[in-house]
Structures are given as structure tokens and as C-alpha cells.
């Protein structure tokens, strides 16, 4: 029986040959229903047989259910088609509309049969499709030839052996299945050493110097198409036998960094010893899992099989292990156990069916002060039911592999599948059979709901019908506070629904331009809380025109009446939308594609219930929990807060918190918690974190502001007040008189993140807060949710991962940032009192402004991977940072040159050997000093102002670099720098650089500029100076153009015309810019664009000027000094609370309108930003492209 249920499922899946078969036998009942038909017409004619007849045809085809359906359709056509509802009491109507869809289904059966011949057709085009890129790869790729040619013919051997399995389904027999389970092993097993080879040949391919673009985009698609294809067998939802001595070894967690405050990892097991009494314990006792370092040192965390039950074990900071066991036995039924750590604290959850769910929990406290696990990327490995001979795990973990089946389910909210594995042992699937795991029955949501994890979406597609009305229904439970939720689009027309701040928002394009339609109910549009949410929308044609109704909780939120909308449609998205077929207008709301996190179920498309598992989807899994639903991150972008409100928090006496935050800028509020006592205050303060507890205050002595993530963790108790920085102790104080308080009972908290909701003199937080924890009285402890906020303004609920694409593009013609050396009349501008360029170092660039300052340069050399000789000359102002740095992220090798306590390091690692030249002298004294560093073989060298010499050679088996990506100078993305080099010297040098060569010839032309500006001459002021090359500064999701909103800031402009800020997009902008007579400011509010200025001819004359920027609904006024001008707009205003973005000094090409006019970029020095009286700091609120100076503004 269980083969016979294993093949029926297989032939349920993949059988297209099955389903065409029903399509036959469909079609041959539609012709038996016309036949029928034709002898009802007949018989029509005898008055005698009418009734009978007629009875006979509503029993048969079930017309009290449709009429059912249309009853439910009818509350949406309430308000338009109130007769409807007379048309059903009529058996004659009914019968004729019977017999009109009847006479149709002749047709129906040929467009079937065409659209089936047109989906095989459409299969072998991508086939075709797919050799013919494969083939351009191979043309100019020589070197990736064989290893091309040999995927294919796996691929093609796999179609051979789904072709094999289409015609054996008829008599499928249980060694029919074993053998063709046995030629997909195989065909695994050989792709299994066949891609890593690929992804060799493609980077080897990427770090030629005669780059192509075709080539490169070809390489670019079947890096996604692997990419694709592990996400998609990370879905798999299929358990795995283990026999005792194979084992799984799992790819490594992608954001390990997240793991280090929370760990949430849920899986199923079974044990069929379990009826095996009085074993040796050598025996009684097995390993599960076991998730840490490669030599078994330091942190990790582990589960094993103890006496029939599961007992968990992890490690902190060194401390002593802790291990929680939970009082329930795992049998030969599966079992689900969940586990969760916040910080110190454990729980742990084994549930079981017996006849009902039993929930059985434990929860643990780890001993010590130290909360993080401490992973290294390279160093970690994830074992799951064995491990490798080669490996001895901890000794509470050394017992022998495990025995049954284990299948797992997600970790840290990701979905995860033991067949996205790195390597197997001793596993063989044919002799040791996955166990059947039958799915519980009790929550819908787990039986029938889809989990969209953020990174995809579902392409549903469906039958165009005839008919008045087009209906589409889901459920949602919805995380994401930004992201489209269903997306229609016919030829020029579209209908987009969408969340916008946990709001939903309804975009369409009938051919006259992207609108928003307003609300009907304002006040009833929040989805973004975690709640179930029953959403429908119909399409209503109502004669002439047609209706648009979406309905919320059977509440009509939005309504659009237009002619001919979107019949023709014949497919729709779900939860995101491919970027390539997203429409520009809505791109630029949503630029990667708008995919959301939450789940649905009970999706219907035009009355038929939609199966996701039979549709095109991407991160889409299946079975939805409430442990998937979590929120623990959230973004904040300059002017926002979010704000909780908690219970049985006990008070400050007996306090212990912690929380995670990422952020490049330097001042801002972190955290803030008041009570009667007194508060508890979390802020940067020129990048250092300080605490302020009970008038109690800490500082840290480093800066933290290196947009990288830190977890913070404050204790106030007894003993005084503690903090601790990624589980380094900082400072701690007894504090005055804390053993005399009177302690307090727990009470209702209110925490504030990022900000406060009133003006501050801190100012609010541009970044990321996550992982919260406050211990609490009475209740388990756990990480907080950030759904249960009761307020929040300008926030993401969730916050990206802290890294970048590899880039992949062909060889720019011509650089656009190329130093030289501006003519006498390009320096002066005859309105100016200050020369536009300041008076400058020749062809010397000043880095440090900020953590990320840096040259990028693209092109890499193919002689690189052998030789290569840099030099440069350097002028150092601070003790540490970075000079040079490349690597090959995948291998993880690297090749760079830093400062660490004034001494210049040279580091060589090639991940299996590291090579370390130091200097004994220090070099931050501000001279300069010329730097020499090469490579050649395995021989690495450093000389100093050409009299210091150091020099090491590798071992001659441990020279292949392999870099692949660019090579940074000054400076370098700080997750690519901090994976090779310590903390304090991953963030740019501060100070000056020049005469940068390769091979003695200069580099001039950096592929990209973040934040250098010439080397000047003399002090520098407070404020952000763009300079003569060119470059801006860009605010995310700052401002909302439809909204009132007020904005300042000071400038002292260098050039009498130039791009002060824009704000916004093609039909809603906000633009300031400067001539020699006036400053202009211009806006459009949805209709026509309308200006006022402010004439102001000495505001170039070298000193600092006031400008103030007030817009309402439709009226603009613009302040400069003590002038004032404004202006009335058309009256037709389009309400949007789109956050657009700040552009300050110039603007990127994408940001442009093509339709006007812009002035060039602005040259001078800007300060003292101010929205909605909010201060935002522009050096660290945003990020800079160009040659912009963050260290400050020159005087002269």
C-alpha cells in the first residue's frame, strides 16, 4: 500500500501525459453533454416531459451550487446590480444559460487541446532556448567548453529519464521505481561534482582580460539558474534515512551572523529502535545534529538521542555546555521538535499526535554573562544524523550516527531541506528508502497554506472565461510592510495591489498613466500585523463599462469604474513580480520586484481553487507556521521610531536587555525605555554606544558606526550596571546607592527603537535594529516580535542582510571620474568669491570621510592571478584602516595591505595558508612615505620608503588566489573586509593618497568612486563639500511628496548655478537649483509642474546662507535668508504617501527626468540638514557616489 500511495503521488505530480488523458476524456464528456442537449431539444416540443426535463438538467448540473456562488458574488455587485438576484428564481433563464455554456464546450475542447499542444511546443522552445545561450558560452569561452558540454548531456540524460518514467506509469511496477530512483542518483551524484567544476570555469572565465558581454550575461544566467535550483531544492519537504553510519553535511547557514543572539531551528524525527529496551548506552544514546566549528572548539550547538528523547546542548563563550531534555519520547511516529535560544535562555518544544496534538516544552538558562554564539563563515559546518570519520565532535556529542529518519524545516525563519546539501557519507537512498511523514491535519494553515519567504513569487495562470464577473480571493497572513501582493497586467493595462507602511494600496494603468485609486474606508487598510486577512477582487462587467471592486474582511476598500479593463488577461502574480516584467512605473516603487513575506491559502481563481504546487513560483514553500511569521528586524530610515509596549517587564534595579543594530551613522538614538525611576538610553554618540541607566553612564571606547551589525547587551542589577558589546565586556559601574532602592513589581514597558516620536536633541536612527530582548517576570522568555508595536512611523519590518552582489558587467568605454587638472576658467566662476576647486595636493585623493570611502576597480588583470607589482604614496592621519584589498569570497582568499597601531600589515591568505608581513616602525606621523607591495609566485614583498624590505614566500601547494571580483583601494565594502582582516582596520584610512600604479603604470580610472575628494590644503569646517568632479548624496525613502512636509539646510555654493536637491519622480517631484540671479524651486504634484524663486545674486559670495524649503497640499514656498517667495499649484493634487528619496548636490542617471532640463551638479559645501524639524545628519544618513568630502568642508 505505501508503494502503491508513493507512485500515485509521483504520477500526480509530473504525469503530463496522465493529465492530457483527462483533458481526452474531458473532452469526450463534453461531447456526450452536447449530445444530450441535442436530445433535450427534441423533447423539447412535448409540453408534457418540460418539467421533468428541466429538473432533471438543474440536478445534473449542479445548478443550486452556482447559484450559491453567484449569491456570494452578488454582495460585491450590491451597489450596481441589485436585480440580479430575481434572475436566479427563474428555472427557464436557468436552464437556457445551461444550455448556451453547454453549446460552448465543443469550442472549449479545442482550445484545450490547442493550449496543451502549445505548452509542449513552448517546452521544447526553452529547450532550444537554453542550448543556444549554452552554445554562445561555449563559443567564447574556450576554456569552459567540456565542462558546459558535460551539464548538458546530464541535462539531456535527465529529460531521457523523465521520457523512460512517462511510459513506464502504466504499469509501474516497485522495481520499475527503485531502478529509475537509482538513474537519478546517479545523474545527481555526477551534477554533484559537475557544477562546483562549472563555477570554477566561470569565474576563471569572469578574470579574463578580453571581457564580453554576451559571454558575460550567459554566465550571469546560469550563476541565478544554480542559484534557482538550490533555493528550490531547499523546498524539498521529504524526510531522510539514516542507517547508522551515513550522514548529511548541510550547506552553511547564509547569515550566520544572525544565529549569534537567536537561534530558531524546527525539524522532525523518528526512532523505530524505540521499542529496543535496555540497550548499552553506546547504543541508547545517538547524534542528531551538530552545528559549529570545523575542529569542534569554541561555541556550538548540538542534539542527540538519549533514552528515546531529545536532549539539546549548546555552548556560549566558553562557558560550560547547557543541555535541556524534554520529557517525551520519540517512537516510530514522526515527532516535530522545535528549538529556539534568545541570548542565554533556551525552550524547547517535542510535539506528538495521540489522537490529539501533545506539546511537551523545557526551557534552560545558560550560566555566564556571554549571550552570542561566535561563528566564522569559513570555519563553521552543519552535520545532520552523522558525521565524517575525519571529524570527532565535542564529547557530549560523540556518540555513533543516528538511525531512523529526520527531515528538516527551517532555521531562523528560513526554510531549509536536508537535500540542499553540501556532501553526503555512506548515504544511499535506494537501500535506506525515506520514510512517509503524513502531514497533520489540525491547522489549515500548515495542511493548505504557502510560505512566500520575501525573495519570489507565484505566477498563477487560468482559463479566460465569458461571463460578468471575474473573481479572485486569498487569505493572508502578511509580514512585509512594502511589497506587491497581486499584480494583472494585459497588454497597456495593469492592476497592482500592494502594502505600502503595512497599508494597502491599489495601483492601476488603464492607458492613461499609473493612478492611485483612493480609499473608500481609510481607517480599514492595515494587513501588515500578522492577522488572517481575507482578501477579493472582481472584475464586473457592467455593460458599456466594467468595475473594478477589491474587498477586504467582505469590506469594499477600493472601487474603479472604466471601459474594457483587462479581458484578455490570462494569467496574474502573487506575493512579487519578475523585474523583467514589472512596468518602469511601478520598478521604481518596487525595483527588486516588490516580493513579500507572509503566507496564503484559500487562493481561487474565477471560482476554482488554485493548487500553487502545479503553478510557477520562486521561494514559495509549503506549509505555513506561526514560528515563519516572526518579525525581528526593522529598518528605520532617518525620521522614524517604532514603539512597544510590553508586559511584566520588571524594573531597572533587576534589569537585562539586548538588541542588535546596524548603521553607518554616528549620532542617533538606539533604544530608550522610561520608567518611574527613571530611563534607560541607548544612542550613539560620535559612533561610540552609550548607556545611561539610572543616571548611570558608560561609553565605549571604539566606534561602532561601521554599518555593520553589533549586538549590545546592558545588565543593571545589585551588583551595578554592565555593557557589553558582541559579548566583549565595555565598562561597568557599581552605580550610587543601587542596593538601597526598593525593588519594584514588573509592570507595563514601553520601549522606543530608533527614535521618539517628538523631536529629540539625539536625533532618530538611519539603520537597522534587531534580535530585541528584554527579560521578563512570569512568562518564557523569547525574542520580541516587532509586530506587536502600537506605533511606528517610517519603517521597514525588515532589514536587508549586510552584503553586495558580486559584480558582473563588461569593461566600461571610459570612466567618468578621471582626475585632471580643471582649466583657469573652469576653477572661476565670475560670480563666485571662492575658486571652485579649493586649492588641492596634485593628483593626491583624501579618503576616511567615511567607513566605506574607496576606489573600485573592475577590470582585473589575468596576470593577477600570478604577478602583480603596486605602488603608492601615502599620508597617514589615523593609526589603522585599510589600503588595498581583494579576494575571492568563494575560496576565501585574499590579498591586502592595512594599517593596524600605525604599522603597516601586509596579509596573504589563501585560505589553506595565511602569510604576514609587519612593519616595526610606525607610519601615522602625517609625512609621506612611498609603499611598495608585490607578488610574484609564491613570493610576497614590502618595501618601505624603498629602504625597508620585508619578504615571505608561500608554500609552493598554496599560491592559487583565484581572485575573481574587483580590487578596492583606500577602502572596501566592510562585510568583504571584516571576513579577512581585523575590526579595527577593515574601515577606510584616513588620510591622503597619490601616484597609485600597477605594474609601473598609473591608475587613473576607477571603475566606481565612494566618497574620495581631492587631497586640499589647509583646515577643513564642518560640513559635506561636493567637489568639481561631480557626485551626490542619496537619503532613502525620506521624504513623502504628497504629503506637507518641511525641509532646511545650509549651503555655500562654490559655482553661481548648479542641482541644490531633487526629490521624487516623473509625475510627483520636488527640485531646487541655483543661477547667477535666483534660486528656483520647482514641483509637480501630480498634473502640470509650477515654481516660485527667490532672487538672491551674493548667494555665491563665499559665506553660508539659510534655505528653507515649506510644501502644503498644493502650494510651495521657498525661503533664502530673509526673502521669501511662493506659489499656488494646480488644484487637482494626487494624494500619495510614497516615501520618495533625497538627492543632495547632483543625481544619479536612473533618478533623472528626461523631460527637463537639469543643471549641472552643485559645488560647494552643504550642512545642518533639517526635515519635519528632525536634524539628519547627510554623512551618515545616506550613501555617496562620487567624489563628495564627508571629512569636512575646506576654507579656502
Not at 187 to 197: G, I, Q
Amino acid at each position: 500500500m505505501a508503494e502503491s500511495r508513493i507512485i500515485r503521488h509521483i504520477i500526480d505530480g509530473t504525469n503530463q501525459d496522465g493529465f492530457i488523458q483527462r483533458a481526452i476524456n474531458a473532452s469526450n464528456a463534453y461531447a456526450s453533454i452536447i449530445e444530450a442537449v441535442k436530445n433535450a431539444e427534441e423533447a423539447a416540443s412535448k409540453a408534457i416531459h418540460a418539467a421533468d426535463e428541466a429538473l432533471k438538467n438543474v440536478l445534473k448540473h449542479k445548478l443550486g451550487d452556482k447559484a450559491k456562488e453567484m449569491k456570494k458574488d452578488s454582495n460585491a455587485l450590491e451597489e450596481a446590480v441589485k436585480e440580479e438576484q430575481r434572475k436566479l428564481s427563474g428555472v427557464k433563464g436557468a436552464l437556457e444559460a445551461a444550455k448556451n455554456k453547454l453549446a460552448g464546450t465543443q469550442t472549449k475542447k479545442e482550445q484545450l487541446l490547442n493550449q496543451l499542444n502549445s505548452a509542449k511546443n513552448k517546452l521544447g522552445m526553452v529547450h532550444d532556448d537554453a542550448s543556444e545561450k549554452i552554445q554562445k558560452a561555449k563559443d567564447a569561452a574556450l576554456k569552459a567548453n567540456e565542462t558546459v558540454a558535460t551539464v548538458e548531456g546530464k541535462l539531456s540524460d535527465m529529460k531521457k529519464n523523465v521520457d523512460e518514467w512517462k511510459k513506464q506509469y502504466g504499469d509501474l511496477r516497485s522495481e520499475d521505481l527503485n531502478q529509475a530512483t537509482r538513474d537519478v542518483k546517479n545523474t545527481v551524484s555526477s551534477l554533484e561534482s559537475t557544477l562546483p567544476v562549472l563555477l570554477g570555469k566561470l569565474t576563471s572565465l569572469e578574470n579574463r582580460r578580453s571581457h564580453n558581454a554576451t559571454v558575460l550575461d550567459n554566465i550571469l544566467r546560469v550563476r541565478q539558474l544554480i542559484s534557482l535550483a538550490r533555493n528550490a531544492v531547499s523546498k524539498i519537504k521529504v524526510p531522510v534515512k539514516f542507517n547508522g553510519t551515513s550522514g548529511v553535511q548541510i550547506r552553511t547557514p547564509s547569515n550566520l551572523q544572525d544565529l549569534a543572539a537567536y537561534t530558531s531551528l524546527k525539524f522532525y524525527i523518528q526512532n523505530p529502535d524505540s521499542k529496543k529496551r535496555d540497550q548499552p548506552e553506546n547504543e541508547s544514546t545517538r547524534f542528531v545534529l551538530y552545528l559549529g566549528q570545523k575542529d569542534a572548539t569554541g561555541d556550538y550547538m548540538g542534539l542527540i538521542l538519549k533514552d528515546h528523547k531529545v536532549e539539546w546542548i549548546y555552548k556560549l563563550g566558553g562557558n560550560e555546555t547547557t543541555h535541556l531534555m524534554v520529557d517525551e519520547e520519540i517512537g516510530e511516529q514522526f515527532a516535530a521538535v522545535s528549538i529556539n535560544r534568545i541570548l542565554q535562555y533556551g525552550h524547547m518544544s517535542v510535539t506528538v499526535e495521540k489522537q490529539t496534538l501533545h506539546e511537551t516544552k523545557g526551557d534552560s538558562v545558560a550560566k555566564g554573562e556571554h549571550g552570542l554564539f561566535n561563528f566564522k563563515p569559513h570555519n563553521t559546518i552543519f552535520y545532520v544524523g552523522g558525521y565524517p570519520s575525519s571529524f570527532t565532535p565535542p564529547p557530549p556529542l560523540r556518540y555513533p550516527n543516528y538511525r531512523g529518519c529526520i527531515e528538516m524545516d527551517s532555521l531562523n525563519e528560513e526554510v531549509m531541506s536536508l537535500y540542499n546539501f553540501q556532501r553526503t557519507f555512506h548515504l544511499d537512498t535506494v537501500a535506506e528508502r525515506p520514510c512517509t511523514r503524513s502531514k497533520s491535519t489540525g491547522d489549515p494553515w500548515l495542511t493548505d497554506g504557502s510560505y512566500f519567504d520575501g525573495t519570489g513569487y507565484a505566477e498563477i495562470t487560468f482559463e479566460s472565461q465569458l461571463g460578468s464577473i471575474k473573481r479572485f480571493e486569498q487569505e493572508m497572513r502578511l509580514v512585509s510592510y512594502h511589497g506587491i501582493i497581486f499584480f494583472l497586467k494585459h497588454q497597456n493595462q495593469l492592476l497592482c495591489l500592494t502594502v505600502r507602511d503595512g497599508k494597502l494600496v491599489l495601483y492601476y494603468d488603464f492607458g492613461g498613466g499609473l493612478n492611485t485609486s483612493p480609499p473608500k474606508d481609510g481607517a480599514n487598510l492595515v494587513v501588515s500585523n500578522n492577522a488572517n486577512k481575507a482578501i477579493q477582487l472582481f472584475l464586473i462587467k457592467m455593460g458599456t463599462k466594467d468595475r473594478v471592486l477589491v474587498r477586504l474582511e467582505q469590506s469594499t476598500i477600493f472601487m474603479i469604474e472604466q471601459e474594457n479593463i483587462l479581458q484578455g488577461a490570462t494569467s496574474y502574480y502573487l506575493g512579487g513580480v519578475p523585474t523583467s516584467v514589472l512596468p518602469e512605473k511601478l520598478k521604481k516603487l518596487f525595483p527588486k520586484g516588490g516580493s513579500i513575506r507572509g503566507c496564503m491559502k484559500g487562493l481561487k481563481a474565477l471560482g476554482k481553487y488554485v493548487d500553487l504546487k502545479r503553478m510557477n513560483t520562486i521561494g514559495v514553500s509549503y506549509g505555513c507556521t506561526l514560528d515563519l511569521l516572526v518579525a525581528r528586524s526593522v529598518k528605520l530610515h532617518g525620521s522614524g521610531y517604532l514603539t512597544l509596549s510590553l508586559r511584566n517587564v520588571p524594573p531597572l534595579q533587576d534589569f537585562y536587555t539586548g538588541f542588535s543594530f546596524r548603521t553607518s551613522q554616528s549620532r542617533g538614538l538606539l533604544y530608550q525605555h522610561d520608567t518611574k525611576d527613571g530611563s534607560c538610553q541607548v544612542s550613539l554618540q560620535d559612533g561610540r554606544v552609550a548607556v545611561n541607566v539610572l543616571s548611570t553612564k558608560l561609553t565605549t571606547k571604539n566606534a561602532y558606526a561601521d554599518d555593520t551589525s553589533h549586538y549590545v547587551a546592558i545588565y543593571s542589577d545589585s551588583a551595578g550596571v554592565r555593557m557589553y558589546v558582541d559579548d566583549q565586556l565595555q565598562e561597568s559601574t557599581a552605580g550610587p546607592n543601587r542596593e538601597r532602592r526598593q525593588k519594584r513589581e514588573a509592570e507595563l514597558g514601553v520601549f522606543h527603537l530608533g527614535g521618539l516620536p517628538s523631536p529629540s536633541d539625539i536625533g532618530n536612527l538611519t539603520g537597522c535594529i534587531s534580535n530585541v530582548f528584554i527579560k521578563r517576570r512570569l512568562e518564557a522568555q523569547a525574542v520580541v516580535d516587532m509586530q506587536q508595536s502600537t506605533e511606528s512611523f517610517n519603517v521597514t519590518m525588515n532589514c536587508p542582510r549586510d552584503r553586495q552582489p558580486q559584480q558582473m558587467r563588461a569593461p566600461e568605454k571610459k570612466s567618468r571620474w578621471k582626475p585632471k587638472a580643471p582649466s583657469k576658467a573652469m576653477l572661476k566662476d565670475k560670480n563666485c568669491h571662492l575658486l571652485k576647486e579649493p586649492k588641492a595636493i596634485k593628483d593626491a585623493f583624501q579618503f576616511g570621510g567615511s567607513p566605506a570611502s574607496r576606489l573600485e576597480f573592475h577590470k582585473i588583470p589575468g596576470i593577477l592571478q600570478e604577478r602583480f607589482h603596486f605602488s603608492m604614496e601615502l599620508r597617514l592621519n589615523s593609526s589603522s584602516g585599510l589600503l588595498f584589498y581583494m579576494a575571492n569570497e568563494s575560496l576565501g582568499s585574499s590579498f591586502s595591505l592595512f594599517v593596524s597601531n600605525g604599522r603597516l600589515v601586509l596579509l596573504a591568505d589563501t585560505h589553506r595558508h595565511k602569510l604576514r608581513l609587519r612593519t616595526k616602525e610606525k607610519y601615522h606621523d602625517g609625512r609621506w612615505h612611498t609603499v611598495f607591495f608585490s607578488r610574484d609566485g609564491n613570493r610576497v614583498q614590502l618595501v618601505i620608503d624603498g629602504l625597508r624590505s620585508l619578504e615571505k614566500s608561500l608554500p609552493t601547494n598554496g599560491v592559487d588566489f583565484g581572485i575573481s571580483g574587483p580590487f578596492y583601494v583606500g577602502g572596501a565594502p566592510l562585510v568583504k573586509a571584516k571576513a579577512h582582516i581585523p575590526d579595527a582596520s577593515a574601515t577606510s584610512f584616513k588620510g591622503c593618497l597619490r601616484h597609485l600604479k600597477l605594474d609601473k603604470k598609473p591608475l587613473n580610472s576607477p571603475s566606481r568612486v565612494f566618497a574620495v575628494t581631492p587631497c586640499y590644503v589647509g583646515p577643513l569646517e564642518t560640513g559635506v563639500f561636493f567637489s568639481i568632479e561631480g557626485g551626490y548624496i542619496t537619503l532613502d525613502g525620506s521624504v513623502a511628496i504628497g504629503q506637507d512636509f518641511e525641509m532646511t539646510l545650509e549651503i555655500r555654493p562654490r559655482s553661481s548655478s548648479g542641482l541644490i536637491f531633487q526629490i521624487g519622480r516623473k509625475t510627483h517631484y520636488l527640485r531646487l537649483s541655483s543661477d547667477s540671479q535666483k534660486v528656483t524651486l520647482a514641483a509637480n504634484t501630480g498634473t502640470k509642474e509650477f515654481s516660485t524663486s527667490v532672487s538672491q545674486p551674493s548667494l555665491c559670495d563665499g559665506q553660508w546662507h539659510t534655505i528653507t524649503v515649506i510644501k502644503g497640499s498644493n502650494m510651495i514656498q521657498l525661503d533664502v535668508d530673509t526673502k521669501a517667495n511662493y506659489t499656488v499649484g494646480p488644484n487637482e493634487v494626487q494624494d500619495t504617501s510614497d516615501k520618495e528619496s533625497i538627492h543632495l548636490g547632483g543625481m544619479p542617471e536612473v533618478a533623472s527626468l528626461p523631460h527637463l532640463r537639469h543643471p549641472s551638479s552643485f559645488v560647494g559645501c552643504m550642512k545642518n540638514l533639517v526635515i519635519n524639524r528632525n536634524p539628519i545628519d547627510i554623512r551618515q544618513a545616506g550613501s555617496t557616489r562620487g567624489s563628495v568630502g564627508l571629512s569636512g568642508c575646506p576654507t579656502g
